[in-house]
């Protein structure tokens, strides 16, 4: 099974218009700083996350310490599902 990084990548890609590389998006890559997630990708972001992982995000949760690269994305959904 593909990491939770992984997937959101490929979302990322998929959905979000990204036009740069795969590789260009490393876990640690910052997305809002790097012009990857405006604020309607933010929301579709977490639509996503909240769909795929059955998780609930919270308004007060949507912060780049938590959706700021890949790596975060996945400790936070890690953090939401257990």
């Known amino acids: 099974m593909n990491s939770v990084a992984d997937q959101v990548r490929c979302f990322i890609v998929d959905n979000l218009g990204w036009e740069g590389s795969v590789d260009q998006l490393t ?3 910052q997305l809002i ?3 990857v997630l405006d604020s ?3 929301l579709t972001l977490v639509e996503f ?3 795929r992982y059955h998780i ?3 308004d007060s ?3 780049p310490a938590h959706l700021g690269s ?3 994305i996945e400790r936070f ?3 939401k599902s257990t």
């Open 61 to 63: 949760e949507i912060v």
């Open 49 to 51: 996350l909240e769909s």
């Open 40 to 42: 309607l990708g933010i």
């Open 27 to 29: 876990d640690d890559l």
């Open 56 to 58: 609930t995000v919270a």
């Open 33 to 35: 700083q790097a012009g």
């Open 70 to 72: 890949l790596s975060e």
């Open 77 to 79: 959904v890690k953090s």
